[in-house]
């Protein structure tokens, strides 16, 4: 249900699940070591998003609007963590 982004050492981006929580290292001297976290909301009929900055120097921003706190993202909609851009299908 949760995913969290933060800066990696090795050569590329890597993945590893700790418990319930799926962690993404980015090897960008950009990205914080713990930058941002994004969590799936099950609504009535669909699967949501909110992605929250936690406390990272360079931000984390939607559409390149800053996110302050946490913000509702949207299928489609692309992320970026620190010079590193995402999107989210289902």
Known sequence: RA???GRGSGPAIAAERIGSVLHIAIPLG???SV???LRALTTSSTLEFDIRD???RNGTYIERQA???AARLRQ???FEVGRAF???RT
């Open 3 to 5: 995913v969290r982004f």
């Open 30 to 32: 950009w990205v914080s």
């Open 54 to 56: 936690l406390g990272s």
């Open 86 to 88: 995402f999107t989210v």
């Open 35 to 37: 930058h941002a976290e």
């Open 67 to 69: 996110v302050s706190g």
């Open 76 to 78: 489609g909609e692309i």
